[in-house]
């Protein structure tokens, strides 16, 4: 027992004393996989802001599925900043009064400090053939893709497939969800999240092509080898965002709004684009895209704004209860 | 307390000790009314508090519109897949689980403690991990999934596979309901049987079983119960489609996505309506049948009877 309470002030202690040699302390609420991208960035910021300021800066991680992590920043999770991959869900944060209402004019590029886009991952050699969206419709092909109403990255690539059959000859909203009936019959699962899709199409070998982001080939190619599948890149697909913005509630309260504002802002400068890019994410920095352009070949693509208006109206359009994934398998 | 040595359902070591308290009529807890204003607190703060505040959060949409959530066609289809599923998993733990529970109590046979140690691994195994290991094994180029799918039988990603991964979960709620209660069933009430003529089918299905029914109940209402709310291992093997292989906790999931809470609650108080339901007419064919038990002769006399001797 003693050894347990030992143990518990020890803890607490050097809690205490992290915070008290630390001048301020920012917690970033960001979604699943984006460990890796801010393991890296949040000691380049704690440099940067030492050599600016003065300050040392204490910087914790809180990561989790997006939606969740965001309810969670609503029911009074005390985050400085949130990182998401989903506009929508900092759209549900400006709408409760959390975050600014022009949240993505705050920062430069829709605040989304780096992007990236929906591509195929298919066996080698590609046996199914599969090009475009059109192939992965045709009749014996399987396609694994995490669950479209459930899960951002099954949500992206049912917008893409969507913006792909609107831009064909004669294409509307009809023929599009006719398209995605097709598409999503050759889906024999939906997986539980993006990783889980990856696992069930590299280990357990099913399903001709997985439709994943651009950057997770790169970890497929690091966890299973480059030598086992292909990227395919369609003629068109989506350019996928990352928002950031700050939680000017808990900032305001906190008192630490110019080392929130500093911190998202440092994302943009070429030492933040530049770790985004070796984590094979797309930079804004044109410079650097072109420095790494052997990661990132050029593929046509749209944004969610341009085809849908919206990240929360192309939400309300599809994935509500109601919507179109819905009247594909509930005809009513 | 009938004075009867069979208690069902409970551990060993609390039968023993109601038994030796009766006898004594001494109570180690303290007094009545501060253990039952006791156990009111608790339950209230552990359990009624969170149920009452969700039964308010769904009072908020009206009746009709909790069962326009509840029988929307995808909704239905989820009801059936979960409670089907935890019905066949209960129910094949209640065979599986009483056999295990009878090898454990019965033979003495090397590795038994390490076999008994097994059977509470799926309480201890976090719940993704266990989906995911079977997902890996019974997907077609699984271990047990190369040499089933040849013969037609996909389990991952079918409603089959739901069924394997709440059986899975679920069994160690039979088994350790089961054991104390074997424990209890003295082998001389076997012998007795036996020497009075009964065959071995007359012994189990008049003497053993009855006494071993009320908490083979038990163990499949746990079972069952627990099946009902599992997640975390199921979306990994089930493959989510709609219609088909959704359990309804995802259809919980997918309206919280939507940033939908009220829905979300909707449909978790119809199901938990639907659970405790099931768990009462469960519970009252258990006390049905512990009632008919207890009313009628000592095992001994049973064992008589089953033999066709009359006492």
């Known amino acids: 027992m003693s050894h347990f309470r030992k143990s518990i002030a020890s803890v607490l202690l050097s809690l205490v004393a992290s915070a008290a040699l630390a001048d301020a302390s920012l917690l970033n609420t960001s979604y699943d996989v984006a460990r890796d991208v801010y393991k890296d960035y949040n000691p380049m910021f704690q440099k940067y802001w030492k050599a600016k300021s003065g300050e040392s800066i204490e910087l914790k991680q809180s990561h989790g599925g997006s939606t969740k992590q965001v309810r969670a920043v609503a029911d009074g999770l005390e985050a400085d900043v949130v990182t998401m991959n989903q506009a929508n869900d900092i759209e549900f944060l400006a709408e409760k009064g959390l975050v600014a209402k022009d949240w993505a004019k705050k920062f430069p590029n829709n605040a989304s400090p780096y992007t990236s886009a929906m591509v195929f991952i298919v066996r080698k050699g590609n046996p199914k053939a599969i090009k475009d969206w059109a192939d992965i419709a045709a009749p014996g092909v399987q396609m694994i893709i995490p669950h479209p109403k459930n899960t951002g990255n099954g949500r992206n690539t049912y917008l893409s497939a969507w913006a792909w059959a609107l831009k064909q000859p004669g294409g509307n909203d009809a023929k599009a969800q006719e398209f995605l009936g097709k598409l999503l019959k050759n889906a024999p699962l939906f997986a539980a999240g993006g990783r889980d899709a990856t696992t069930t199409f590299m280990q357990r070998k099913m399903g001709d092509v997985l439709i994943t982001f651009e950057s997770e080939a790169e970890m497929i190619a690091k966890e299973f080898g480059k030598g086992d599948f292909e990227v395919i890149y369609p003629s068109l697909t989506m350019q996928t965002e990352f928002p950031v913005a700050v939680v000017e509630k808990v900032v305001d309260k906190k008192g630490t709004r110019k080392q929130a504002q500093a911190y998202l802002e440092y994302l943009w400068s070429k030492e933040g684009q530049e770790n985004a890019a070796q984590n094979y994410l797309r930079p804004r920095d044109a410079e650097l895209l072109k420095k790494y352009a052997a990661n990132f070949p050029p593929v046509k693509t749209f944004t969610v704004d341009e085809v849908f208006g919206s990240a929360s109206k192309a939400f309300a359009a599809h994935f509500k209860d109601g919507g179109s994934f819905d009247q594909i398998y509930v005809a009513k | ?311």
Request: net charge neutral; no cysteine; proline share 5%.
């Open chain 2, 1 to 311: 307390m009938s004075g009867s040595p069979y208690f069902y359902g409970q551990p060993e070591f609390l039968a023993k000790k109601t038994e030796t308290m009766a006898a004594k009529t001494h109570r180690v807890l303290p007094g009545f009314g501060l253990a039952l204003g006791y156990t009111l607190v608790y339950l209230s703060l552990l359990i009624l508090l969170p149920l009452g505040g969700m039964i308010l959060k769904a009072s908020e949409l009206g009746f009709g519109q909790i069962m326009d959530i509840a029988l929307g066609e995808r909704s239905l289809a989820a009801f059936r897949v979960t409670f089907g599923a935890s019905f066949l998993a209960a129910a094949v733990n209640a065979v599986f689980g009483l056999i295990v529970a009878w090898i454990l109590v019965r033979y003495p046979f090397p590795g038994k403690r390490f076999v008994d140690a097994l059977v509470d691994l799926p309480f201890a195994l976090p719940t993704a991990v266990a989906g995911i290991t079977l997902a890996t094994l019974y997907a077609g180029n699984g271990w047990l999934g190369q040499y089933l799918e040849p013969l037609g039988i996909k389990v991952a990603y079918t409603p089959l596979g739901i069924v394997v991964a709440l059986t899975f979960i679920t069994l160690p709620f039979v088994v350790r309901t089961l054991q104390p209660v074997i424990e209890d069933i003295e082998t001389e009430v076997e012998e007795a049987a036996a020497s009075l003529g009964a065959s071995r089918w007359q012994t189990f299905v008049k003497v053993i079983f009855p006494a071993i029914f009320p908490a083979l109940l038990t163990g499949f209402a746990l079972a069952f119960a627990r099946a009902v709310g599992e997640y975390g291992s199921v979306i990994f093997i089930a493959g989510n489609l709609p219609l088909i292989s959704e359990i309804t906790p995802l259809l919980i999931i997918s309206k919280l996505e939507q940033y939908d809470v009220l829905g979300a609650t909707a449909l978790a108080v119809v199901m938990l309506g639907l659970s405790f339901i099931l768990l009462l007419s469960v519970n009252l064919l258990q006390w049905w049948a512990a009632n008919r038990h207890r009313n009628s002769e000592p095992l001994e006399v049973a064992a008589a009877k089953a033999s066709g001797v009359t006492a």
